[in-house]
């Protein structure tokens, strides 16, 4: 243990990648759930300004109209664009929600797929370093025809109605 050794790279690419792995899963959770809050919050929205805009207009209707006359000017048109206006403010509101909610789950989507890269990377990193593919490479061009009939599968014995059996059981003919 050196002084600066917190400074150095862990080698150990299985705490590596199930540390990323546990990111990936963490991040893909903060997602859904974020898609599913942006539902609620755009049906939560919709729903109380509709009811706000429906209550305003009905009561402005009611008692508002028909006191118009001793409505100063400003007062008047102000109630009659909430009125007129409301409809338009709820939708551009939505668009206004949705679009954040949609910059969110990019932002996390980007940042899934970077950690999904960084993944890969040290995978990638983790079979140069143990020279895999040459290894794997090898082992099949020279493990014997034997070795790999045994890893296919069960074998047929005797005729075609002859019972399965399974590489490494004990076979007794009679």
């Keep these: 243990m050196g002084l600066f050794s917190f400074f150095r790279k862990s080698d150990n690419y299985e705490e590596i990648l199930a540390a990323l ?65 409301g409809p338009f403010f709820i939708y551009y509101s939505r668009k206004i929600i949705r679009a954040w909610f949609r910059q969110s789950l990019e932002r996390q989507g980007k940042k899934i797929e970077q950690l999904m890269s960084e993944q890969k990377e040290k995978i990638r990193e983790l079979k140069e370093k143990t020279k895999y593919d040459k290894t794997k490479n090898l082992i099949d061009r020279y493990e014997s025809p034997k070795d790999k009939k045994q890893q296919q599968g069960p074998i047929l014995l005797g005729n075609p109605a002859a019972t399965i059996v399974a590489p490494g059981d004990k076979v007794s003919r009679a």
């Design 21 to 85: 792995d546990a990111d990936i899963k963490k991040a893909e959770k903060r997602r859904v759930k974020t898609q599913q809050q942006a539902q609620r919050w755009l049906t939560i929205w919709t729903m109380y300004t509709l009811l706000l805009w429906v209550v305003y207009s009905v009561g402005f209707w009611l008692y508002g109209w028909p006191m118009r006359h001793n409505m100063s000017g400003l007062t008047l048109t102000a109630s009659i664009t909430s009125v007129l206006g």
